[in-house]
């Protein structure tokens, strides 16, 4: 079984400061972890993934997120925000059981950048 | 070139209709999938096709039938639509790696 939990439904933050969204995850195995974005009445976009390789993680837009298993997270961090980053914002654990391909989401962040 | 392309984007249609939404992807990949987002942005997965072959079927009604012609397709067809389905429906593909790609969404709107 796998879970995923996004702490905070709502994140508000200045033009021009940092971005963090929290993410924990559960899984009995070793999980691929992905970070996606959506805009306004947009689609999926998917920003970066982890899959076992290196522990930080590169993305889109200079988001960034560190895999961290002694604490079960994939924190997202961006180091200034800009006015084209307010979308949603999922974290998604995905795995396999059985003879299936497991993708559990998040319940999601809302993020508000102020001018 | 679109990934995953679904068609139509919006739909609008009365209670008691049947309708279809379509999926299409080029990447030559096996696995496909139909989630289901919410009014609240939830995305729970529907349903799972591997090669054609469905493998998961997550506690979804029956009026919702998933149809694979082929690897590269898989369609939704929802029978007798009620006020409920209202939703945004996303197909996915996922390869080798673990990537998921979406497509861009159908927002479905019963009335």
């Known amino acids: 079984a796998q879970s995923v939990t996004q702490l905070d439904s709502h994140v508000s933050v200045s033009e021009g400061t940092p971005v963090l969204l929290r993410c924990n995850y559960s899984?009995?195995?070793?999980?691929?972890l992905f970070w996606y974005v959506q805009h306004p009445n947009k689609g999926l976009q998917l920003l970066l993934k982890?899959?076992?390789?290196?522990?930080l993680v590169k993305g889109i837009n200079g988001f960034e997120a560190e895999f961290k298993k002694s604490e079960t997270s994939f924190h997202l961090t961006k180091p200034s925000a800009h006015m084209s980053d307010a979308a949603e914002y999922f974290c998604?654990?995905?795995?396999?059981?059985?003879?299936?391909?497991?993708?559990?989401f998040g319940s999601g962040t809302q993020l508000t950048v102020l001018p | 070139d679109t990934a995953v392309s679904q068609t139509p984007k919006y739909l609008v249609t009365q209670m008691g209709n049947d309708k279809s939404i379509k999926c299409e992807q080029n990447?030559?990949?096996?696995?496909m999938y139909w989630y289901k987002q919410d009014s609240k942005k939830f995305l729970k997965i529907m349903f799972s096709?591997?090669?054609?072959?469905?493998?998961i079927n997550e506690t979804v009604p029956n009026r919702f039938s998933p149809k694979s012609p082929d690897k590269a397709h898989l369609n939704l067809h929802i029978n007798s639509l009620e006020l409920g389905d209202s939703a945004v429906y996303f197909c996915?593909?996922?390869?080798?790696?673990?990537?998921?790609?979406f497509g861009e969404g159908s927002w479905l709107t019963v009335v």
């Open positions: 998604v654990v995905s795995g396999t059981s059985g003879s299936a391909r497991q993708l559990t």
């Open positions: 899984s009995s195995y070793s999980p691929s």
């Open positions: 982890y899959t076992s390789a290196a522990t």
């Open positions: 990447l030559g990949h096996d696995t």
């Open positions: 096709y591997n090669n054609k072959e469905l493998i």
């Open positions: 996915g593909t996922q390869g080798s790696g673990n990537t998921i790609y």
